[in-house]
C-alpha cells in the first residue's frame, strides 16, 4: 500500500472519528442541559414550598417581611440555585423572631437573631432587620420598612425589582459582592431595563447602574 493511500486512509478514519467525537459532545450536552432542568425544576419546587411556609409562619407571628436576595432574583427571572432564605424583617418586630416555637425554626446565630434553620422543609433563613445599611454597614443604602419595599407574588411578599437592583448595587459596590453585579446585568437584560431605570436612584448607585448597563451594550455590539 502506497503512502498517499495510507494518508488517504488515516485522514478519512480521522474524519469519522471527529465525527463520533462531534456526536458524543452533543449527546452529553444534550442530556446535561436536560439534567440541569429537571434539577432546577426540583430546586425550585423545594425553594417555594420552603418560602410558602416560612411566610406562613412570619405571618402568624405577625412579622413584617419582604423575601430578598436570590429567592428574589430567581422571581424575577434569573433563575440561580441559592442556598438561603433572605428576608428583611422591620425591627419594630425584631422581639417576635424570639417568640417563634424552635419547632418551626431556631436561631442559630447565637442569639443575635440572624440566622434560622426552618425545619419543615429544611431550609436556612438569613435575617436582615430594617434600618440596618447594606454593603459595608456605613456607605450602603440603608433597608427601609418592608412594606416599603416590596408588593405581593402569589401572596407572598417580595422585593420589587427595582428595590432588588438598588440593594445588589449597594452590596456589590460596598459589600465587594461583585457576584451581585452579574446578577443585575442578567436582570436587565432578562426584564429588558432601559439606561435610564435607575434616574430615581442614589446618585452613586444610579452611575453604577448606568455602567453596568453599557457594558452589556458594548459586548452586544461587539
Same mark, same amino acid.
Do not use: W
Given at each position: ?47 417555594? !414550598?420552603? /418560602?410558602?411556609?416560612?411566610?406562613? +409562619?412570619?405571618?402568624? &407571628?405577625? #412579622? ?5 436576595? =436570590? ?79 416590596? !408588593?405581593? /407574588?402569589?401572596?407572598?411578599?417580595? +422585593?420589587?425589582?427595582? &428595590?432588588? #437592583? ?5 452590596? =456589590? ?50
Amino acid at each position: 500500500m502506497g503512502i498517499a493511500v495510507v494518508m488517504v486512509v488515516v485522514v478519512q478514519q480521522c474524519t469519522v472519528l471527529d465525527v463520533k467525537i462531534k456526536e458524543m459532545r452533543n449527546m452529553f450536552n444534550r442530556y446535561k442541559k436536560k439534567f440541569n432542568s429537571v434539577y432546577m425544576e426540583s430546586f425550585k419546587d423545594e425553594l417555594n !414550598k420552603a /418560602i410558602q411556609s416560612l411566610a406562613s +409562619i412570619l405571618k402568624s &407571628n405577625n #412579622i413584617s417581611f419582604s423575601i430578598i436576595g =436570590g429567592a428574589a432574583r430567581n422571581k424575577y427571572g434569573y433563575e440561580k440555585i441559592t442556598d438561603d432564605i433572605d428576608i428583611v424583617v422591620s425591627k419594630s418586630d425584631k422581639s417576635k423572631l424570639k417568640d417563634i416555637s424552635i419547632g418551626y425554626m431556631r436561631d442559630i446565630s447565637s442569639g443575635r437573631l440572624k440566622v434560622f434553620t426552618l425545619h419543615e422543609p429544611k431550609a436556612k433563613v438569613e435575617v436582615i432587620f430594617s434600618d440596618e445599611i447594606s454593603g459595608d454597614g456605613i456607605h450602603g443604602l440603608k433597608y427601609e420598612e418592608p412594606n416599603k419595599i416590596s !408588593k405581593n /407574588i402569589d401572596g407572598i411578599p417580595y +422585593i420589587t425589582l427595582k &428595590n432588588l #437592583i438598588m440593594y445588589k448595587l449597594s452590596s =456589590g459596590m460596598y459589600g465587594n459582592r461583585y457576584k451581585d453585579f452579574d446578577d443585575i446585568q442578567q436582570l436587565i437584560l432578562i426584564n429588558k431595563l432601559k439606561r435610564d431605570y435607575a434616574d430615581s436612584f442614589r446618585e452613586d448607585l444610579r452611575e453604577k447602574y448606568v455602567q453596568l448597563f453599557d457594558e452589556i451594550k458594548n459586548i452586544k455590539s461587539l
